[in-house]
């Protein structure tokens, strides 16, 4: 059984930056393919970045690329999301979740409880 819990969410002005952790409790964290989805109000969850556990490849939902960065530090069985030029459409829960195969896309075995982020225009 895999436990994730996520942090670092907050309110933040349009352009500033954010970082999010997400912290495993499975023993195996560099077997999993991990990633961040988000929700907003009324609109379905939908996935933000996703790095796997083989050969380290990544994918980025085109809304993101150029101003989310994911890592994981696989020692802390932590991943991060590191995001920059923040907008108000970013604005949604963050959750953190992992799984077994290695890739990015496709369902997710395992759900953090989520973090909110409010960007404010």
């Known amino acids: 059984q895999v436990q994730l819990q996520e942090s670092g969410g907050g309110l933040v002005q349009a352009g500033g930056s954010l970082r999010l952790s997400c912290a495993s409790s499975?023993?195996?964290?560099?077997?999993?393919?991990m990633a961040w989805f988000r929700q907003a109000p009324g609109k379905e969850r939908t996935i933000v970045a996703a790095t796997s556990w083989r050969n380290g490849a990544v994918y980025y939902a085109d809304s993101v690329q150029g101003r989310f960065t994911i890592s994981r530090d696989n020692p802390k069985n932590t991943v991060y999301l590191q995001m920059n030029s923040l907008k108000p459409e970013d604005t949604a829960v963050y959750y953190c979740a992992a799984k077994y195969d290695s890739q990015t896309l496709g369902p997710y075995n395992y759900w953090g409880q989520g973090t909110q982020v409010t960007v404010s225009s």
């Open positions: 499975g023993r195996t964290f560099s077997s999993y393919t």
